[in-house]
Structure formats: structure tokens, C-alpha cells
């Protein structure tokens, strides 16, 4: 279940030292890091009952309690020392602060938190809104987090291929989602890295659409998207699949939305901000007279969750592309009662531009 943690001492050392030199900016004496996924990034931690206290002079402290003891033991990178809190938690990370401005996760901490925390430290410690800088770190993956969502990427070209072998045609979406799921954890996956989506007929004109306990009829396309969790790491991809011989207006979208996703694929490329890859596919559907049924982002970075930085969207999305960077690429044209066509890619951000994790053909598939 819990697999080793960090890779090397190497690794987490790294990381730590980037911790280190982005204190500097914000000039602060130290840095709360809490929350699973940042906590595994730094610590090698896989729950997020703990917390860890990373200070400018070079100490980096761990705390859990009586239940992770062993687990902490195991999976801490040997650069944290260690601390079992017997009370709040809370209150074992206020008394590991060192004096002077310390940054806490303004992003996920609550009000309720911040108060008890502010209330625990006193005049002694000036906490600062420093929220999204573990983030950061973690958009750029290196090779072993690469290595990782690109197995997490094959596991699921491989239920496409089960999936399609199967086919569709009379089966309810929810079966189909539920087999999938019990399929992607017989080949290894630790869990499904979100709810699949199995959306047919007009269902697929919901972006976000619930598998119902309805049969998928011939004649209709079917959307599904679905990831894996493995070895901590999510891996995302959508196709869309004709059941029975298709519409002519159902081939000419799915056309236009793989035309839209070449494009930006074509466009992925370090330097470019998330938002100039999102204009360069998006414009393929508005040329097409579609913009208005495209109404989501064209994609997200994937990594120890499903949804994190960089995005490719309209807004919000300046940040600029770096080479390490792992992003979707997911146009979709959804025409509400009618029908809805969806395809992505994982990929990842490579100097000459995006090289893909997902290799399911994205030909328009006619199955049973
Ligand atoms: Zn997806
Ligand atoms: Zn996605």
C-alpha cells in the first residue's frame, strides 16, 4: 500500500534545499508545510495527519502523533528530525516555530486554524500568507515523478483497450465505471485518481457528468475519463467512442475537438503562459462557430493530485510553461440534449514541446 517514499535521501534533500532558497524572497524565518500531497513531496509521508516546520537556518522538523509513529519512522526522509505531538497537533507545530515571520499555507488552512495557531503563538511569531510555494516546487517533476505518472498514463491506455475489447452498447454507464475501476486495481493501481466518468447520449454535454444507471444506446457516443492513482501519482485521459454507427453531426464535432486538441498539443511548449495554449486550441472551435460550447479550461496540471499547477485556461492561467511540467490537454465541445465529445491527453513539457503520456488512439473507434 504505503510503497518506499522518497526514492533517495538525494531527492528529499533537494527539495528542501529549494524550500530553503524560496524563504528567501518572502524573507521568512520559516515555512508550515501541511496537507498530504505537499507533506509526501518534502517528507515522504503518505497521510496528512502531520505537519513539518522548515526554518531558514537549515532545521527541518517532522511532527505526527502515537498512530503514524511507525509509519513516520519508515517513510520520513532522514533530514527531518521527529516528534511524536501526545495532544493537538497544532499546538506540537506552534512550539517547533522558531521566532520572527513564518509562512503558513494561507490556501488551505482554515479560519478556524489560523485562529488556534495565532492564539498558540502570541506576539512571538508574525504569521504570513505563503500559500502555493510547495506548489510551485511541485509543478516541475523530476525524472522519478515523471517515470511514475507515465506508468500511471499506460495502466490506463491498457483499460481502453479492455474497455473497448468489451464494449458498450446495453451496459448501464455505472457498471461500466464500476468495472473499470475494479480493472484498474487488479492491474495495480491503489485507487482511481478521481470518480470516472462514463457519460452517453446527451449525458455527454455534462462536462463533469455522474455515471447513471442507464443503458448506453447504439446510435450515441459515449465519453469517458478516467486516471489512475498509482504509486502515489494520478494520471488523467479522456476518449470519446462511437457505439454503433454515428451521427453525421457526432463524427464532424468529434472531428473539430480532435482538431482543437492537436493544436494544442502542437502548442504546448516551455515559455508560453498557460493561457496563450489555451487561445491557440480554443480558437480552433471558435472558428468552427463552437466557442460558446467549450466552456472549461483546456487542461490541468497532474501530479500527487489530479488537479494542480500549471493551468491551461482563460483566465488565471499566466503562469509560464517549464520544461518538467506535467499538464492535460482537453478540449470538448458539449451541445446541451444532443451529445458531447471530449478527448485528452496527459503530456509532459519537454524543451521542443509536449511528448505524451496517453497513446489510445484518438480515431473516432465505432464499437459494439
Ligand atoms: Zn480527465
Ligand atoms: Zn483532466
Given at each position: 500500500m504505503s510503497s518506499a517514499s522518497v526514492e533517495d535521501a538525494t531527492v528529499g534533500s533537494t527539495r528542501l534545499e529549494r524550500v530553503r532558497e524560496m524563504l528567501a524572497e518572502p524573507s521568512l524565518d520559516a515555512l508550515i508545510v501541511a496537507g498530504a500531497a505537499n507533506l509526501r513531496y518534502l517528507t515522504?509521508?503518505?497521510?496528512?495527519d502531520g505537519g513539518a516546520v522548515i526554518a531558514a537556518d537549515g532545521s527541518a522538523r517532522f511532527l505526527t502523533d502515537f498512530r503514524y509513529q511507525t509509519q513516520a519512522r519508515q517513510q520520513v526522509d532522514p533530514a527531518f528530525t521527529q516528534e511524536i505531538v501526545a495532544g493537538e497537533l497544532l499546538e506540537g507545530l506552534a512550539r517547533a516555530l522558531p521566532p520572527g515571520r513564518v509562512g503558513f499555507d494561507d490556501v488551505a488552512t482554515s479560519v478556524h486554524q489560523l485562529a488556534r495557531l495565532r492564539e498558540l503563538v502570541g506576539e512571538r511569531v508574525e504569521l504570513v500568507a505563503a500559500g502555493g510555494l510547495i506548489e510551485r516546487l511541485r509543478a516541475v517533476k523530476d525524472a522519478g515523478e515523471l517515470e511514475r505518472i507515465a506508468a500511471a498514463a499506460a495502466l490506463v491506455d491498457g483499460i481502453y483497450e479492455w474497455l473497448v475489447e468489451r464494449g458498450f452498447g446495453g451496459r448501464q454507464e455505472r457498471v461500466v465505471a464500476l468495472e473499470l475501476e475494479h480493472e484498474m486495481r487488479l492491474r495495480g493501481a491503489d485507487a482511481p485518481s478521481f470518480g470516472s466518468i462514463v457519460a452517453s447520449g446527451a449525458h455527454g454535454a455534462l462536462p463533469h457528468a455522474e455515471p447513471r444507471d442507464v443503458a448506453i444506446e447504439r446510435g450515441t457516443l459515449v465519453t469517458v475519463d478516467i486516471g489512475a492513482l498509482l504509486d502515489g501519482y494520478c494520471s488523467d485521459c479522456t476518449r470519446t467512442f462511437a457505439v454503433g454507427e454515428p451521427t453525421a453531426q457526432a463524427r464532424e464535432i468529434y472531428q473539430l475537438v480532435l482538431a482543437a486538441q492537436l493544436a494544442g498539443l502542437d502548442a504546448v511548449a516551455p515559455g508560453l503562459e498557460g493561457r496563450a495554449v489555451d487561445a491557440l486550441a480554443r480558437a480552433v472551435i471558435e472558428d468552427a462557430g463552437y466557442g460558446e460550447c467549450f466552456g472549461h479550461g483546456l487542461g490541468h496540471g497532474v501530479g500527487l493530485e489530479i488537479h494542480e499547477a500549471p493551468r491551461l485556461a482563460r483566465h488565471g492561467a499566466e503562469q509560464v510553461l517549464r520544461v518538467g511540467n506535467v499538464v492535460t490537454v482537453e478540449p470538448g465541445v458539449y451541445l446541451p440534449g444532443t451529445l458531447g465529445v471530449r478527448i485528452e491527453d496527459l503530456v509532459v513539457v519537454e524543451a521542443e514541446g509536449a511528448r505524451r503520456f496517453s497513446h489510445f488512439t484518438k480515431e473516432l473507434l465505432v464499437v459494439e
Amino acid at each position: 500500500m504505503s510503497s518506499a517514499s522518497v526514492e533517495d535521501a538525494t531527492v528529499g534533500s533537494t527539495r528542501l534545499e529549494r524550500v530553503r532558497e524560496m524563504l528567501a524572497e518572502p524573507s521568512l524565518d520559516a515555512l508550515i508545510v501541511a496537507g498530504a500531497a505537499n507533506l509526501r513531496y518534502l517528507t515522504g509521508f503518505t497521510s496528512s495527519d502531520g505537519g513539518a516546520v522548515i526554518a531558514a537556518d537549515g532545521s527541518a522538523r517532522f511532527l505526527t502523533d502515537f498512530r503514524y509513529q511507525t509509519q513516520a519512522r519508515q517513510q520520513v526522509d532522514p533530514a527531518f528530525t521527529q516528534e511524536i505531538v501526545a495532544g493537538e497537533l497544532l499546538e506540537g507545530l506552534a512550539r517547533a516555530l522558531p521566532p520572527g515571520r513564518v509562512g503558513f499555507d494561507d490556501v488551505a488552512t482554515s479560519v478556524h486554524q489560523l485562529a488556534r495557531l495565532r492564539e498558540l503563538v502570541g506576539e512571538r511569531v508574525e504569521l504570513v500568507a505563503a500559500g502555493g510555494l510547495i506548489e510551485r516546487l511541485r509543478a516541475v517533476k523530476d525524472a522519478g515523478e515523471l517515470e511514475r505518472i507515465a506508468a500511471a498514463a499506460a495502466l490506463v491506455d491498457g483499460i481502453y483497450e479492455w474497455l473497448v475489447e468489451r464494449g458498450f452498447g446495453g451496459r448501464q454507464e455505472r457498471v461500466v465505471a464500476l468495472e473499470l475501476e475494479h480493472e484498474m486495481r487488479l492491474r495495480g493501481a491503489d485507487a482511481p485518481s478521481f470518480g470516472s466518468i462514463v457519460a452517453s447520449g446527451a449525458h455527454g454535454a455534462l462536462p463533469h457528468a455522474e455515471p447513471r444507471d442507464v443503458a448506453i444506446e447504439r446510435g450515441t457516443l459515449v465519453t469517458v475519463d478516467i486516471g489512475a492513482l498509482l504509486d502515489g501519482y494520478c494520471s488523467d485521459c479522456t476518449r470519446t467512442f462511437a457505439v454503433g454507427e454515428p451521427t453525421a453531426q457526432a463524427r464532424e464535432i468529434y472531428q473539430l475537438v480532435l482538431a482543437a486538441q492537436l493544436a494544442g498539443l502542437d502548442a504546448v511548449a516551455p515559455g508560453l503562459e498557460g493561457r496563450a495554449v489555451d487561445a491557440l486550441a480554443r480558437a480552433v472551435i471558435e472558428d468552427a462557430g463552437y466557442g460558446e460550447c467549450f466552456g472549461h479550461g483546456l487542461g490541468h496540471g497532474v501530479g500527487l493530485e489530479i488537479h494542480e499547477a500549471p493551468r491551461l485556461a482563460r483566465h488565471g492561467a499566466e503562469q509560464v510553461l517549464r520544461v518538467g511540467n506535467v499538464v492535460t490537454v482537453e478540449p470538448g465541445v458539449y451541445l446541451p440534449g444532443t451529445l458531447g465529445v471530449r478527448i485528452e491527453d496527459l503530456v509532459v513539457v519537454e524543451a521542443e514541446g509536449a511528448r505524451r503520456f496517453s497513446h489510445f488512439t484518438k480515431e473516432l473507434l465505432v464499437v459494439e
